[in-house]
């Protein structure tokens, strides 16, 4: 089976600019998670998407924002770069189930760079 | 929010050494998982344990939910294992919240 992808995994951008980082979770699983990874503040969880609809979601800014198709892949964006949102961007898939197991499995990640 | 903390924050061993990382966390969960992260970021998942105790090869873990706590053991290491290690917990949302991870480096 294969794993979970991220597309594109590297991108630099400029301050201002607009990004977009797409997500195709594991065949099967329903729910897509982001997470934000920086050297200052860790992991960090952004949003949740489960069956089109956001179910969960961070303390971030309405900068970052975020949707699912109906075939559960996942895209995030996030408007108007800052040069703190330079950072490494998970992707994680899981099946989603309410009170389930729910194991989360990661993709490589986008790595994003803002000049 | 759920307040999780590794130890210790980096460790340096030699080949061959065996070691043992402690996740705590402040509330009860009903997830808790062991990552390691490479070189490139990615999260290499290596154990789902909200409870009890399991083996991997060289790997091993036990969690003791009604203590708040988790361990990692690595056995027999090997320089393949340098890298970090994350515990991340979830409590009844499906998120996970981190800890800020174990650095660890294998000397050969």
């Known amino acids: 089976k294969a794993g979970v992808t991220q597309t594109p995994r590297y991108l630099i951008k400029t301050r201002g600019q607009q990004v977009t980082l797409s997500c195709s979770p594991i065949?099967?699983?329903?729910?897509v998670s982001w997470y934000q990874q920086t050297p200052g503040q860790g992991l960090q969880f952004l949003f949740e998407?489960?069956?089109?609809?956001?179910?969960n979601k961070g303390n971030f800014p309405g900068r970052f924002s975020g949707r699912q198709f109906s075939n559960s892949r996942s895209e995030m964006n996030v408007s108007t770069l800052e040069l703190g949102d330079s950072a490494l961007y998970l992707c994680?898939?899981?099946?989603?189930?309410?009170?389930?197991?729910?194991?989360?499995?990661f993709g490589p990640g986008t790595r994003l760079t803002v000049t | 929010g759920i307040q999780v903390e590794q130890s210790p924050p980096d460790l340096i061993l030699q080949e061959g050494a065996n070691s043992t990382l402690r996740c705590n966390f402040s509330?009860?969960?009903?997830?808790l998982q062991w990552f390691h992260q490479n070189p490139w970021g990615q999260l290499i998942n290596l154990f789902y344990?909200?409870?009890g105790t399991k083996q991997n090869g060289r790997l091993s873990a036990t969690t003791v939910a009604t203590e708040r706590y988790s361990l990692l053991y690595i056995s027999s290491s090997q320089t393949t294992d340098s890298g970090v290690y994350f515990c991340?917990?979830?409590?009844?949302?499906?998120?996970?919240?981190f800890g800020t991870g174990t650095r660890l480096t294998v000397i050969p």
């Open positions: 509330d009860s969960v009903n997830n």
């Open positions: 994680a898939s899981s099946l989603g189930t309410s009170g389930g197991a729910n194991e989360q499995y």
């Open positions: 998407y489960f069956s089109e609809t956001q179910r």
């Open positions: 065949s099967g699983h329903r729910s």
């Open positions: 991340a917990v979830k409590t009844g949302a499906n998120n996970l919240f």
């Open positions: 344990i909200p409870s």
